[in-house]
């Protein structure tokens, strides 16, 4: 891969999806390379991720800032010393403002644990369990306005079980996630994903319209 996309991953917590990203880099398996790794929150395990592959990993903490304009602001700063062109959140819990999203517009992507347009929003695994749906899972989406409201790239469905709780639907998401945002990366790193409207085409994408899910099985 000689052309490689310069993206820039703001996390607040663990990092798991960081690291994911992380590896299949590593692999060769995503056509982009990791600029810089932000966290709003100082304690964020992910920065620890990043500095051990030796990626900048800075603090902005959201507290130190009296609005979100101007915490945005050096956001858009930092990201753009760092010349990144796409913007990841990996669990970074902050609704980002028109402020933001103008200066990478349609360039920010996000995954979110469950299938959208259900359960936006936080805590969706439990409340997915809760709902007793037969069905979940994780949606890859560009970032508009609205909260987890923006097109959908891509979406990984898991079964749910009567006994689910949160945390285990939680950990049996968390797995698909960490299969599917760093290969949506990879695809528009490739210059592969087009939006029209709300729907998102891949090109290349394989096709099955046999495929369906049935829970419980018949």
């Known amino acids: 891969m000689d052309k490689r996309l310069n993206i820039g991953v703001l996390i607040s917590g663990r990092g798991s999806n960081l690291q994911a990203i992380i590896d299949g880099i590593d692999r060769g398996e995503v056509a982009a390379q990791i600029s810089v790794v932000i966290s709003n929150e100082p304690g964020a395990y992910g ?6 592959h030796g990626i900048p990993a800075l603090v902005v903490n959201h507290r130190d800032y009296e609005n979100r304009e101007a915490f945005e602001s050096r956001l858009i700063e930092i990201l753009k010393e760092y010349g990144v062109e796409l913007v990841v959140l990996a669990g970074f819990m902050r609704v980002l403002t028109p402020t933001f999203l103008k200066a ?14 259900a359960f936006p929003g936080v805590g969706v695994q439990e409340k997915a369990a809760d709902y007793g749906v037969r069905f979940s899972g994780c949606t890859v989406h560009f970032v508009n306005e609205g909260v987890d409201a923006g097109p959908i790239v891509a979406q990984a469905v898991v079964p749910v079980f009567p006994t689910d709780t949160g945390e285990i639907l939680a950990d049996r998401i968390l797995k698909m996630e960490h299969q599917v945002f760093p290969k949506v990366i990879h695809w528009i790193a490739e210059g592969r994903v087009h939006v029209e409207g709300r729907r998102v085409f891949v090109d290349g994408a394989k096709v099955d319209e046999e495929i369906a899910f049935i829970e419980p099985s018949l």
Do not use: E, S
Request: hydrophobic fraction near 50%.
């Open 47 to 52: 920065l620890k991720r990043a500095g051990t």
């Open 104 to 117: 990478f517009p349609m360039r920010v992507v996000n995954i979110h644990p469950a299938l959208l347009p």
